[in-house]
Structure formats: structure tokens, C-alpha cells
């Protein structure tokens, strides 16, 4: 493959990773969203506790069900996020081995064409030697 292949091999590549790393940033504040909803909830149930004295105990019953029935469901909530989190960051991590990949040989192709370019001055630079020293 030539040059400008591996190039745009690269950059495809590396596009494609920024977008992962956005979609696992998104997650990630997602689940904290939800961590600090889960918070929330048992904040106030706990201050609900205090003040339970006004409640009946029926009333605080259903009340506390229903707070934990939210709290399951952000826990699974939050446990499909975590799923999906690493999911994405294997993603990221296969994303980035194949645009590292494409960047090697990119950095190998240029590390080959310097080695060229100074072979040719040093043939050129032996000829111009020979001739001065021959004459």
C-alpha cells in the first residue's frame, strides 16, 4: 500500500477513535448522573427517617418501597452503563492498536525514504570526492 493510503488509513482511524472516546466520556457521565441520583434518593429517604414522626408507619412504609423500588432501578440502570463501558473502552483499545498500527508504518515508510535521501547525498558526496581526488 502506498503513502497516502497508510495516511488516510491513520486518519480514518484516528477519527474513529476520538469518537469512541466521546461515546465513553458520555457514558461515563451518565453513570455518574445516575450515581448521584441513587445518592439523592437515599438522602432523602434518610431525611424522610427524621421526620417520620409526623408519617404514619403505613405511610413511610409504601413511601420507603417506593424509594427503593427507584433505587433498583437506577442500580440496574447503572449496571447496564457499566456493561456498556466496557464494552466501549474495549473498543477504544482496538481502535487504538489499529491506528497505532497505520502510524508505525507510516513513521517506518519515513524513517525508510530519510535513510534513501541520505544514501543518495552520501553516494553523491563520495562521487564528488573521487572526482576532486582523480584530478
Known amino acids: 500500500m502506498n503513502v497516502r493510503g497508510f495516511a488516510s488509513l491513520a486518519r480514518s482511524h484516528r477519527?474513529?477513535?476520538?469518537?469512541?472516546?466521546?461515546?465513553?466520556?458520555?457514558?461515563?457521565?451518565?453513570?455518574v448522573g445516575l450515581v448521584e441520583q441513587d445518592m439523592a434518593l437515599e438522602r432523602q429517604l434518610a431525611a424522610e427517617r427524621q421526620t417520620a414522626g409526623a408519617m404514619t408507619l403505613v405511610d413511610f412504609a409504601a413511601y420507603s418501597r417506593r424509594i427503593g423500588?427507584?433505587?433498583?432501578?437506577l442500580?440496574?440502570?447503572?449496571?447496564?452503563?457499566?456493561?456498556?463501558?466496557a464494552q466501549a473502552s474495549e473498543q477504544v483499545a482496538e481502535?487504538?492498536?489499529?491506528?497505532?498500527?497505520?502510524?508505525?508504518?507510516?513513521?517506518?515508510?519515513?524513517?525508510?525514504?530519510?535513510?534513501?535521501?541520505?544514501?543518495?547525498?552520501?553516494?553523491?558526496?563520495?562521487?564528488?570526492?573521487?572526482t576532486y581526488h582523480n584530478a
Request: aromatic share 4%.
Open 15 to 31: 477519527w474513529r477513535l476520538d469518537q469512541l472516546r466521546r461515546k465513553v466520556a458520555e457514558l461515563d457521565a451518565m453513570r
Open 69 to 73: 423500588e427507584r433505587r433498583d432501578s
Open 75 to 85: 442500580a440496574k440502570s447503572i449496571a447496564e452503563l457499566v456493561r456498556a463501558l
Open 95 to 130: 481502535e487504538y492498536r489499529q491506528a497505532k498500527k497505520y502510524e508505525i508504518a507510516l513513521d517506518r515508510e519515513a524513517e525508510r525514504r530519510r535513510r534513501e535521501q541520505q544514501r543518495r547525498e552520501q553516494a553523491d558526496l563520495d562521487e564528488i570526492g573521487l
